[in-house]
């Protein structure tokens, strides 16, 4: 296969249906997606199996718990797929809105026009959940995809990308809306994202080496997160039921995600009465604490051991596995400069019964996500009522946090005017 040839082919196609669907109506893009919906739905057997033979290929390869986990497409999984289809097909259209509408002294009318970005490639590694996700939002909002999943989930990506072009041509959509890279070649991949004339966007979902590779290479503006370094802060006036199974749920729901938390931070005013009884939680789900010297002062008085000291490097990683970093601080103020200093500006929360202080953490802590008194995870398109999600941006130019419909549209100015010549 020659990659170049093959990519700029796609592009070619891409293009060339970004214009259709930009046209297309409401009623035939929202079709589309009930077919694919219908299709996973009758096709749930076939699309477990060929999942399994992913999984058998990545466990043969060696590929440790967290990977298998995001690589599983479970009963639950499909369930999530089918319904997050819905709820965007459910969602309002973005495209065509019209808002801002202000006359001029001139007698003019300007406002403003949201508008698909166009074409929209999208790079991941081994989740399948990605296909449909960004193919339900990237239809819904008007635009082309080019999708290159990685090769462990290739059997599971083909058989979905089938059913995603059965649900286009039922609804009357070109089926080069949605096209899957049929190739696990790096290069091609290279070539996506230097292909200006082409692809708008790269949205790239996947470990830091694929994105820090992007980064560096990549001549298309790009929507990405590197790292989801996410904390939670136990403030001395938190309710302690609620502190613990947030707590729990934040770390322990699920490792090997981009939301999960990395780092706890304990106030000292509450922490010889919340701090044991995390650390007992924690360690009853094996989960390795790595403390700084005020945690493991609190934790060996209550006769809590098998303790890693934290290192420096600890409060700047993202560990994808039962780690958890624990420090105790002194106040708000050092929770907050420690959280903007050491985290990776995805997603943070507090856990407080005091309102201003709450509301300070709101306001000062600077990420894409920030929660008072509720778990990290719930930072995720489907939870915050997106439909789905392309992927969460913690960058701060365009879209911030997870990236739904409005995400990827944009604006132009629009002019209605009565004949109005410029004097």
Same mark, same amino acid.
């Not at 477990?48 to 390869?61: F, I, P, S, W, Y």
């Not at 969460?392 to 997870?402: C, E, F, M, Q």
């Given at each position: ?34 077919? &694919? ?25 060696? @590929? ?17 797929? &089918? ?35 166009? &074409? ?104 990405? @997160? ?119 500006? @995805? ?66 100015? &629009? ?9």
């Amino acid at each position: 296969m020659n990659i170049d040839e093959y990519m700029t082919d796609l592009g070619r196609r891409a293009r060339a249906a970004s214009r259709a669907m930009a046209r297309a109506t409401t009623s035939a893009r929202n079709a589309a997606l009930e077919a &694919v919906a219908k299709a996973i739905e009758r096709e749930r057997a076939a699309l477990k199996e060929a999942n399994a033979r992913d999984l058998a290929r990545a466990r043969d390869k060696g @590929h440790d718990a967290a990977f298998i986990d995001r690589l599983t497409l479970s009963d639950r999984a499909l369930d999530t797929m &089918v319904e997050g289809l819905r709820q965007v097909a459910s969602l309002a259209d973005p495209i065509g809105e019209i808002s801002g509408l202000k006359f001029r002294p001139t007698g003019i009318q300007v406002g403003q026009m949201r508008v698909p970005l166009g &074409v929209i490639g999208i790079i991941y590694e081994s989740r399948p959940n990605v296909t449909i996700d960004a193919a339900a939002l990237c239809l819904k909002s008007g635009n082309a995809a080019i999708l290159r999943g990685g090769s462990e989930a290739l059997e599971c990506n083909t058989a979905l990308a089938k059913l995603i072009g059965e649900g286009l041509a039922a609804a009357g959509l070109p089926q080069d809306a949605v096209q899957v890279v049929e190739t696990a070649d790096r290069a091609a991949v290279g070539k996506l994202i230097t292909m200006t004339d082409y692809v708008d966007v790269i949205v790239p979902r996947g470990g830091k080496s694929l994105i820090a590779r992007l980064m560096e290479e990549s001549r298309v503006p790009m929507i990405k @997160h590197l790292d989801g370094i996410c904390h939670v802060y136990v403030d001395d006036r938190a309710d302690l039921a609620k502190t613990l199974a947030v707590c729990e749920n934040a770390k322990t729901h699920r490792y090997g995600t981009c939301n999960t938390m990395e780092t706890l931070l304990v106030a000292r005013g509450i922490a010889n009465e919340a701090l044991p009884a995390l650390a007992r939680m924690f360690q009853a789900k094996e989960v390795e604490l790595r403390v700084d010297p005020g945690a493991r002062a609190v934790l060996e008085a209550a006769k809590i051991g098998g303790l890693v000291d934290a290192t420096e490097e600890d409060w700047r990683t993202e560990y994808l596995a039962p780690v958890l970093a624990v420090k105790i601080v002194g106040h708000l103020d050092e929770a907050i400069d420690h959280i903007n200093e050491y985290g990776s500006h @995805h997603t943070d929360a507090i856990l407080t019964e005091d309102h201003d202080r709450a509301m300070r953490f709101l306001r000062e802590v600077d990420s894409a996500s920030v929660m008072v008194n509720a778990s990290t995870r719930f930072a995720d398109g489907f939870e915050f009522g997106l439909g789905a999600e392309i992927g969460i941006s913690n960058d701060k130019l365009h879209a911030r946090g997870p990236v739904g419909l409005e995400g990827l549209t944009s604006l132009k100015y &629009v002019v209605l005017g009565h004949g109005e010549v410029r004097q």
